[in-house]
């Protein structure tokens, strides 16, 4: 397998692992949705929640770290596919798109911790 | 069934439309060569068998690939008229003729060929050590009934869009190889057949099993080398 | 019209589930955006949550929920057949993450409500 394949490889394991660790985080996502929207949101509710939790801060910095990676490769292969942009310059572009997206998410996340 | 048929032939020159009479029980290869022998001597088309097992007679019927030896006329056309085409994603030699050559040289790149196990020195390889209702056989056995017909390659989008990618039957292909425990090509076929132009571009849009004409599952074929390469060597670090 | 080799459950099942990840993908730096407000404080948070109180982000948010939620239903159903071989009754399978989506869209409206 020459460098070139073994990135391609790489970057199609990364999209199914961050899928796996996708796939708990939005059922985890989906249900605090659903519960946290009846009586509507507030500020004071999201932060009551997050404010000073670990636990939440390390789900959505994983959860935030796996959307990154999974969205950018995912539009990597849109992208080739449909617009035919191809080669290691586009893949380095998306895989720091995806790290770029993940380091604004936890951000976020911080943010959601520390308010 | 009487009457007309109405064919729509999209032939080198031009699409071009014929009446040939409708009959019972005719297939589209049978309207095809009514064409070439009664109206249109000129027009190329290819066929050998016409039963079913060379695989040479595919084209584009009414917008999907299809055997037209084993395809019967009155199932597929829509107010008796039929339209065809050459097979898709394969360049057009002349009329309904395709040039297969590009779809078999991604065989070759697949690693489509048998290649014995290496047998111990001083020892002469043994092949009847795999009973054919063992397990590990009837997994090769699952996609091995494939004719090389193109029919699954011309529907692949992935294919329409990545001229590179392998394609369904070519990676069919290589499973089964892959699955014979006789090969001793293994790794190097699974290196072969891996990244962006291999296993890995498959979406599973799945149109290569729906329009198999041997009822073949090149899509979980594909699913199957892509499992074997995770588990062997997820991130291209070399083993396995 | 769709093209006959499109028309069949696993072709559809691929075409929602590219659509939808495009849509989340591009929707993914609006909602980090959005949450970083937190970082301004609650103040600035409330005044954000405020907007989307109007119906029609509220009616936004539910078309994103059920695209999450039908994304997650097809990605299972592929990663099924990719890693545990699951190749039968796909038809099946894809009708499941379609329904899937919609509970979830429904629960979403009845909940908001």
Known sequence: MGRRMRGQVLLWSLQRISAAVLALCVIVHLATILWAVRGGLSAAEILGRTRGSEAWLAFYALFALAAGLHAAIGLRAIAAEWLGWRGRGADALWLAAGLATAVFGIRAAVGLYAA | ?240 | MIRPTRSHPAWIGFLVHRLSGLALALFLPVHFWALSRAIEGEAALDRFLAWTEDPLVKASEGVLVVLLAVHLAGGLRVMALEFLGWRARQKDLVAASFGFALAVGLLFALHVG
Not at chain 2, 111 to 131: C, K, N, Q, S, T
Not at chain 2, 141 to 160: L, Q, S, T, Y
Not at chain 2, 164 to 170: K, S, T
Not at chain 2, 213 to 219: E, H, I, R, S, T
């Open chain 2, 1 to 240: 069934m009487e009457g007309t048929l109405t064919v729509k032939v999209a032939r080198s020159e031009g699409p071009v439309e014929y009446q040939v009479p409708a009959r019972a029980n005719q297939t589209v290869l049978d309207v095809v060569s009514y064409i070439q022998r009664e109206l249109e001597p000129g027009l190329a088309y290819r066929y050998a068998c016409r039963v079913g097992m060379c695989g040479s007679c595919a084209m584009t019927v009414n917008g999907r690939p299809r055997w037209t030896c084993r395809t019967h006329v009155a199932k597929v056309a829509r107010r008796g008229v039929l339209e065809l085409a050459p097979l898709a994603h394969l360049p057009v030699l002349r009329d309904l003729v395709t040039d297969m050559a590009p779809f078999f040289e991604k065989w070759r790149k697949a690693l489509g060929h048998f290649r014995p196990r290496e047998a111990p020195e001083g020892e002469i390889p043994d092949f009847a050590l795999i009973p054919p209702a063992s397990p590990e056989r009837q997994q090769a056995d699952a996609g091995i009934e494939c004719i090389g017909c193109g029919v699954c390659h011309a529907a692949c989008d992935i294919v329409g869009w990545n001229p590179d990618y392998l394609g369904p039957a070519a990676l069919n292909r290589a499973w089964t190889l892959v699955n014979d425990l006789r090969d001793g090509a293994g790794a190097e076929r699974l290196a072969a057949v891996a990244g962006d132009a291999g296993c890995h571009a498959c979406h599973s849009t799945q149109s290569c099993t729906a329009v198999c004409v041997k009822g073949l599952d090149p899509a979980a074929a594909i699913a199957g080398l892509k499992r074997r390469i995770f588990w062997q060597d997820p991130f291209g670090w070399g083993g396995g």
